[in-house]
Every structure is written in structure tokens, then in C-alpha cells.
């Protein structure tokens, strides 16, 4: 089966695909809701909370909203929908309403990772865990870290009776580090390190959380098609971005959603817009906002998200949708991990060419090519094309070398490449929520529409670099769709994505 939503294979996950995955995770906290995430189908929240020894009962649920989500938990690294610890059962009468229960759970960084089977809105998720008589909870931080604009005033929380202490420069908070009194207020980039110490010598594991400030009038830059996550701000304050908009451009799209909170949305070309001054507005209630801006002059367009009450936890993105087809690779999706895996002379993948019998160390990822331009890409019937070749293992057709693979070093040199694979391109999954909502295209008929993806999932044939004889150590696997650009685009420059991998020995 090609499509990521189908049957699942479980799995324990490698130490090897970690925070340096994209986007960083959220801290979960003990007993403290997360509200209002929402995400297209296939897309995910990743989140972690670190478990101390002794936790037992330990429970992840998510209540409320709109759509249907599935939830995946990973010890030590990123869950994906082929490589995970634990999931949650799909109730089909409640689609957001599932729940994770593990007994006794490793102690140590759990991931927990929630993805869309459709398009999800306004859901809500909250973990907990038991602790045994005489071991001390550790504190929590509100609200959540995440980047904030201008400033960042942090409140931190402790169970009765104990004491919490915390460091601000880095180092592990102990007996003499400063007692908490009251409320922090971070103009600058800080990570908070903090425990809570009970009586009898007892302390609690540490809360950490990365506090980002961005300087007031910063304007910071926003690739098209590349969301900004976690963006917070206090009450007044405000985000400020910039996005340069290509010449012949149909739609400049701008979504922001996420998180609770109450934060709006203003755009202006040429200059940052204001509550008085601005081009465009979205003038919603909470945080989940859209703008769509047809035909817009090209050059700079300036974004501005102010908080109309304090926001936490949204993500921002923005989409130059060219008058035509524009194919990018999706950095989010890749999310690798390392598997050993045997092969035998029949198997497909070896008679079709892509690995040799034997005992092979792979890199598997998950691909998916979106398509952002405002027309769809039209293949049509693959039957005599030569651009197709009929693969028997598979039983359809695959457009020729679509994707190439690459594993860089340090230094920028190819460490290990892949093959040039073929792609099946049908409508995957709409990540495009005013896309049609039904898929056009399939093997028979192949192509992607506009506001839809082809996704290849890590579990498929192909989905991988081998590591046989790579040595351990730091890499970037970059991916590109379209390599010999034999497919007409508006624009090829974003036909990349790559992300950092640790190989471990």
C-alpha cells in the first residue's frame, strides 16, 4: 500500500531521529491543556515531556473540536505513523476524542506526536502520569515556551510544601541556585532550568523550556511555503515578518492558526502595516485566521501579528501561489530515522533495481511533494508515455526519476546517494483547506493538483539511502523532487528540502 494513512506497522523507534527534526517539539507539561491545535490532514503537532523514574498510569488524551486525529508516542525520538511505541485507538464516533494509556512508561524524554487523518481544528490534548508516595513532581511553566515577541513573563508553579529553584544561565539548578518568588520577565533569549525540592532530601527531575525573544520593530524574513512555529506574544505586543512576493504570483495565501490565545492578522506591501494602516486584515476571534490576497504586486509584503490578548503556540504560514504549477518539497514530512533490514534475490525491491540481496542499514524517510502553484499538474494516462515505466511488482505505472536523494557530510560532500526514484504522483493528501476537497488524480490518471500533495511514506519501497559503510556522525539528507526539471514549473529553486541526521554508531 502507497498512501501513509493505510495499515501501520509498529515499530520501536532508533535514538538517531531526534530535536533536530523540524519543527522543534512543544513541552508537554503534567496536567497542563494544550488547547486549540489544528492541522491539515497528514500534518502533526510533536510534542515532549520528560517522565520521571517511578511514573506509572501514564495518559495522553485529546477532547474537543473538529476532524479526526490519531495519536503517537516515541521514547527517546520523533513517533511517525510507521515507527511509534504506542497509539491510540481511533474511536468513529469521537474523531478527536482518542487516548494513549501506558501503564508503566520508560523514564526519560517521551515525544508524542498527534497527525491528522482529515483536516483537525480546535482540539485540545493534556497528559498525565501517577507518582508514587515520596517522589517530588517537578514544576511547570506558563505559559509555554515558545518565541516570543518582545518580551516573555513567566510564571512558574510547584507542588505544596516544597520549594522550587531555577537557573536562567544554563546551568543545573541545585540547592543554592535562587529560590522562585514570583513571576519572570525575559527580554532576551533565556532557558529556563527548574526543580522542585521537597522534604527529606527529595528533588524532582527538571523542568526546561527555551524562552526565544525577538527584539522590538525585529522584522524577521518567511519563506513561502515554510510555516513559523511556536510564535507567542504577551498582550499589545507583536510579531513582524516580511515575504517577498515573485513577479505573475495568483494568490498571496496567509494562514495562522494554532494555540490559545487571541492574536490578529494585518498584511501591507512595501511597509509594516498597523492597526490603523494596513492593506488586508483578518478580523477573527482567537487565533485561526486566513487571508487571500489575489493577484498581489510583487516585492515585499509586511506581516504583522499583534495580540489582541496574550497568544501562545501559533504557526504562521505564508504561500506565494504562482500563476501555474510549483512543486516543492515539504521539510517537515521527511522526519528520518535508521533501520536494519534483509533482503532476498525475489523480493521487488531487489528485482526492480533499488537494493541488492542481503543485510542492509538504511535511512528511511517519508517524502511529500506539494504543489503550491495555483494550477494543477496534469500527467494524464501513463499507457505509452515514455516518460512512465510499468513497474510488475507494483502493478502500475511510476513517472521516471521524479525524486533524488542525497546524504551530505559536514563539509557539503556526498556522503551516500540514492537512487533517482520513480513516482506514482496522484492526489495524496489536501494540505489546502479551500482546495477541492476530493482527489482528481490517481495512477491511472496521474497528477497533483493545486493545494494538494503526492506523499510517499518511509515504510515504501525506495524510501531510503543506504548506510552501508557511511561512518557515524552529523549529515544532511537533502531530497529534491523534479531533479531534471523535465516537468514545466514557474519556479525550480524550491524543488529541495533537507534536514539534519545523526548517524549513530
Known amino acids: 500500500?502507497?498512501?501513509?494513512?493505510?495499515?501501520?506497522?509498529?515499530?520501536?523507534?532508533?535514538?538517531?531521529?531526534?530535536?533536530?527534526?523540524?519543527?522543534?517539539?512543544?513541552?508537554?507539561?503534567?496536567?497542563?491543556?494544550?488547547?486549540?491545535?489544528?492541522?491539515?490532514?497528514?500534518?502533526?503537532?510533536?510534542?515532549?515531556?520528560?517522565?520521571?523514574?517511578?511514573?506509572?498510569?501514564?495518559?495522553?488524551?485529546?477532547?474537543?473540536?473538529?476532524?479526526?486525529v490519531a495519536i503517537y508516542l516515541g521514547y527517546g525520538a520523533h513517533p511517525t505513523p510507521t515507527q511509534y511505541d504506542a497509539m491510540s485507538d481511533t474511536d468513529d464516533t469521537n474523531l478527536t476524542t482518542e487516548l494513549v494509556r501506558v501503564g508503566a512508561p520508560l523514564p526519560g524524554m517521551l515525544y508524542v506526536r498527534l497527525i491528522g487523518m482529515t483536516a483537525f481544528r480546535n482540539v485540545r490534548v493534556i497528559a498525565s502520569y501517577d507518582l508514587p508516595r515520596g517522589v517530588v513532581r517537578p514544576p511547570r511553566m506558563l505559559p509555554a515556551p515558545g518565541c516570543y515577541a518582545e518580551r516573555a513573563v513567566v510564571r512558574l508553579t510547584r507542588p505544596r510544601g516544597t520549594t522550587l529553584r531555577y537557573t536562567t544561565d544554563g546551568s543545573a539548578p541545585d540547592a543554592s541556585s535562587p529560590i522562585y518568588t514570583g513571576r519572570l520577565t525575559l527580554t532576551a533569549d533565556t532557558q529556563i532550568r527548574a526543580r522542585t525540592f521537597g522534604r527529606d532530601d527529595t528533588v524532582s527531575i527538571e523542568t526546561v523550556g527555551g524562552y526565544t525573544v525577538v527584539p522590538l520593530g525585529t522584522v524577521q524574513t518567511l519563506t513561502p511555503g515554510m510555516p513559523a512555529h511556536h510564535l507567542a506574544a504577551m498582550r499589545r505586543a507583536a510579531h513582524e515578518f516580511k515575504i517577498t512576493v515573485p513577479p505573475a504570483t495568483a494568490m498571496l495565501s496567509v494562514k495562522m492558526e494554532g494555540g490559545p490565545g487571541d492574536a490578529q492578522l494585518y498584511a501591507k506591501a512595501g511597509a509594516v502595516p498597523t492597526s490603523l494602516d494596513f492593506d488586508h486584515r483578518a478580523i477573527n476571534r482567537g487565533n485561526s485566521s486566513t487571508l487571500s490576497i489575489a493577484n498581489p504586486q510583487a516585492g515585499d509584503w509586511y506581516l504583522r501579528v499583534p495580540a489582541r490578548v496574550g497568544y501562545s503556540g501559533v504557526s504562521l504560514l505564508a504561500t506565494a501561489r504562482p500563476d501555474g504549477v510549483d512543486l516543492i518539497a515539504w521539510a517537515p514530512a521527511l522526519e528520518p530515522y535508521v533501520t536494519t533490514e534483509t533482503f532476498a534475490a525475489g523480493d521487488c525491491e531487489v528485482e526492480e533495481g533499488m537494493t541488492t540481496a542481503g543485510t542492509h542499514r538504511l535511512l528511511r524517510f517519508s517524502t511529500q511533494t506539494r504543489n503550491i502553484g495555483a494550477k494543477d499538474l496534469m500527467l494524464g494516462d501513463p499507457e505509452g508515455n515514455p516518460a512512465f515505466e510499468y513497474q510488475d511488482c507494483h502493478g502500475h505505472y511510476h513517472f521516471l526519476g521524479f525524486a533524488s536523494y542525497e546524504l551530505l557530510d559536514v563539509n557539503g560532500q556526498p556522503a551516500a546517494i540514492g537512487l533517482k526514484v520513480s513516482f506514482c504522483l496522484l492526489d495524496g493528501l489536501r494540505w489546502d483547506s479551500k482546495a477541492p476537497s476530493t482527489g482528481r488524480f490517481n495512477c491511472n490518471e496521474q497528477g497533483i493538483q493545486a493545494g494538494w500533495a503526492d506523499v510517499y511514506d518511509a515504510g515504501l519501497a525506495g524510501q531510503w539511502i543506504e548506510l552501508d559503510g557511511v561512518p557515524p556522525g552529523t549529515y544532511t539528507l537533502v531530497i529534491t523532487m523534479n531533479p531534471a526539471q523535465v516537468l514545466e514549473e514557474t519556479d525550480y529553486t524550491n524543488n529541495s528540502a533537507s534536514t539534519q541526521v545523526v548517524i549513530e554508531p
Open 1 to 68: 500500500m502507497r498512501h501513509f494513512l493505510l495499515p501501520l506497522i509498529a515499530s520501536v523507534l532508533a535514538a538517531n531521529a531526534h530535536d533536530l527534526v523540524t519543527p522543534d517539539p512543544k513541552l508537554l507539561q503534567d496536567r497542563v491543556p494544550v488547547s486549540r491545535l489544528a492541522g491539515e490532514q497528514g500534518e502533526g503537532v510533536t510534542f515532549k515531556i520528560e517522565l520521571p523514574p517511578g511514573a506509572e498510569n501514564f495518559v495522553v488524551k485529546t477532547t474537543t473540536g473538529s476532524g479526526d
